[in-house]
C-alpha cells in the first residue's frame, strides 16, 4: 500500500533523513521508533505530503504522494491544538467530511459511527475543553477514522497523556483496528509501545534518520498490556530495539531468571522509560 524509496530530507544544509526505503501492506500496523530529534516527525510529514522530500519519493497505491492525499489522516500529538475549541466534538469529527461527503445526514452517521468506535457516542455535543486530555486524542482518533483513510498516520499520538489513559488509548487503537481494520504507520520514542501495539518495528538510526532495523512483531495479535508486556519475547524484542538505538553491541541480554543480568536489563530499559517520558513532557 504505501511505499517510501531513497526518501532524503534537507532543512537548508541540515540533513533530517537520509536514503529511507520501506514498505507498508495493507491492514498492517508499523511502528517507527527513534532517537528524539532523529528525523520520525519529517518522515511522517513527506508520508503525508506536507512536506516535499529533497530527494527520493512516496507511493501510495502506487500514486506518487505529491500533497496530502484525500484517503489520508494523521493524528498528532497534541490534541489540544489540533481540535477545534469552537465546534462542538461532532461538529470536530465531520468537519474534515465536509470536503468528502456532500450528504449532510451522511456526514451526521458518519461521525457518529466513528465516535461510537471510540466510546464517545454520549459526548457528541460537548466541547473539546469540556473533556478529559485521553478523551480530546480519542475525538482525534475519531475525526481521522471518520474519514475512513486508507492510511492512518500517527505521530507520538500517545505521548502526551498520563500512564493509565495511554495503556487505554492503546489498547482502543488494536481494537478499532481489529474490528475495522486499517493500514497504520505509527512514531513512537516508547520502545515499550512500538512492540506492544507493531506487527513491525522500523528502528531509525540518530540524525540523519536511516533504517538500522526492520523487525516483526512475532506475538500474538491478542495482546494484553499484563501478559504480552510480561511475555519472554516481548522482553527479547524491547532489549533489541534498546540495544540498536544505543548501538551498545555488548548491552545486557534479554532477562532470564537465572541470569544475573537480568537487574542490569530491567535498569537498563527502565532508564530508557524515563528518557522517553522525560523527552514527551517537554
Ligand atoms: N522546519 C524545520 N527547519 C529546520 N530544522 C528542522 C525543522 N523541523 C525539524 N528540524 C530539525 O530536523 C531534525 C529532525 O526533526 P524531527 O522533528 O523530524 O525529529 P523527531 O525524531 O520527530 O524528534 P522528536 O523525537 O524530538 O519528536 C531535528 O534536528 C530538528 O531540529
Excluded at 197 to 209: W, Y
Aim: hydrophobic share 40%; charged share 25%; with cysteine.
Amino acid at each position: 500500500m504505501l511505499e517510501v524509496r531513497g526518501l532524503a530530507h534537507r532543512y537548508g544544509s541540515y540533513a533530517a533523513v537520509e536514503n529511507l526505503s520501506f514498505t507498508v501492506a495493507e491492514d498492517e500496523l508499523a511502528c517507527i521508533v527513534g532517537p528524539s530529534g532523529c528525523g520520525k516527525s519529517t518522515l511522517l510529514r513527506c508520508v503525508a505530503g506536507l512536506i516535499k522530500p529533497t530527494a527520493g519519493g512516496v507511493t501510495l497505491h502506487g500514486d506518487p504522494v505529491d500533497g496530502v492525499p484525500a484517503d489520508l489522516a494523521v493524528v498528532f500529538q497534541d490534541y489540544s491544538r489540533s481540535l477545534f475549541p469552537w465546534l462542538s466534538v461532532r461538529g470536530n469529527v465531520e468537519f474534515p467530511l465536509r470536503t468528502r461527503v456532500s450528504n449532510r445526514t451522511e456526514r451526521r452517521k458518519r461521525a457518529e459511527e466513528a465516535l461510537a468506535w471510540v466510546g464517545l457516542e454520549a459526548a457528541g455535543s460537548k466541547y473539546p475543553w469540556q473533556l478529559s486530555g485521553g478523551m480530546q486524542q480519542r475525538v482525534s482518533i475519531a475525526r481521522a477514522l471518520a474519514c475512513k483513510p486508507a492510511l492512518l498516520l500517527m505521530d507520538e499520538p500517545f505521548a502526551s497523556v498520563d500512564a493509565q489513559t495511554r495503556a487505554d488509548l492503546e489498547d482502543l487503537l488494536l481494537r478499532v483496528r481489529r474490528e475495522h481494520g486499517s493500514t497504520v504507520l505509527l512514531v513512537t520514542h516508547d520502545i515499550d509501545e512500538s512492540v506492544y501495539l507493531g506487527d513491525r518495528v522500523l528502528v531509525l538510526s540518530k540524525s540523519p534518520a536511516s533504517i538500522v532495523a526492520d523487525l516483526t512483531v512475532t506475538l500474538p495479535a491478542q495482546r494484553d498490556q499484563i501478559a504480552t508486556r510480561g511475555s519472554a519475547r516481548f522482553v527479547e524484542l524491547r532489549t533489541e530495539i534498546a540495544r540498536l538505538l544505543h548501538d551498545r553491541p555488548g548491552a545486557p541480554p534479554p532477562p532470564n531468571a537465572a541470569n544475573s543480568d537480568a537487574l542490569a536489563a530491567e535498569r537498563f530499559l527502565a532508564a530508557e522509560r524515563e528518557e522517553a517520558r522525560q523527552q514527551s513532557s517537554h
